[in-house]
């Protein structure tokens, strides 16, 4: 019998070891499930705080864009047609249309009556943006050209002359608009805002037909950039350290 207890001794000691054993690796299976639990509780509220950060900062867009939009239309809606312009309700760009008006053909001179409305527009135009210059981070003065030059050159040289020349017309508006009166108190703001591009032929206006036209491509657009880029980008930076 002592042999017999022996064994079976042996034997409950061997399946408690065992049950023991099996006990530590299911509570250590346990703590784990519980720490990616912790983990995934986690990730969901970063997401959900990046989710409703950029929402915010969309709803914020739309609501300065809205605003933005009827600040221009509320000031400017009875000079766009004497002025042969127009407001893009979706970018924000007021668009000056008439391109015998703006400059001479070839020239980057701004025409007497293009200077006389630039003076009568602008300084309005800056009020209008005063509001809201915490949310604008670029007014951009946009050239843009017809594809058209002359036909002692190629279409590619055709497109960089106009590159030039639509540079140099954007530069010729943002210069004439810096040195006026009105624009002094804002010099700044202007400064650190303002930027003049020129698009070239890369842009055209399109009849209904899809083809060029050339006349309606040759203009120059104020167009307004807010920080709602910039926002996300720092929404998501910061949740990413």
Not at 19 to 39: C, K, T
Not at 52 to 60: E, H, Y
Not at 107 to 136: G, H, M, N, W
Request: aromatic share 10%.
């Amino acid at each position: 019998m002592s042999r017999l207890d022996a064994v079976f001794g042996r034997g409950s000691a061997a399946g408690s070891e065992d049950e023991h054993h099996w006990l530590s690796v299911s509570d250590l299976m346990a703590g784990l499930m519980m720490v990616f639990l912790l983990i995934a509780v986690a990730l969901m509220m970063h997401a959900n705080q990046v989710r409703q950060g950029v929402t915010d900062v969309a709803k914020a867009y739309q609501d300065t864009q809205v605003a933005i939009l009827r600040a221009l239309q509320d000031e400017f809606s009875d000079d766009l047609s004497g002025w042969e312009a127009e407001i893009d309700p979706e970018t924000l760009a007021f668009t000056f249309q008439s391109p015998e008006v703006l400059f001479a053909t070839g020239s980057a001179s701004l025409r007497p009556r293009f200077e006389q409305i630039l003076s009568d527009f602008y300084p309005r135009y800056l009020k209008v943006l005063a509001p809201f210059k915490d949310r604008i981070q670029e007014v951009r003065i946009e050239g843009h050209t017809s594809s058209r030059w002359n036909h002692r050159v190629s279409d590619d040289e055709a497109y960089f002359l106009n590159m030039q020349l639509s540079q140099d017309r954007t530069r010729s508006v943002l210069g004439y608009l810096y040195q006026l009166p009105e624009t002094q108190a804002d010099k700044s703001w202007v400064k650190q805002t303002t930027a003049a591009v020129g698009y070239s032929s890369a842009h055209p206006e399109l009849d209904e037909n899809q083809q060029e036209n050339a006349e309606r491509s040759r203009r120059v657009s104020f167009r307004i950039l807010t920080n709602a880029e910039s926002q996300i980008r720092a929404i998501l930076d910061e949740v990413g350290q």
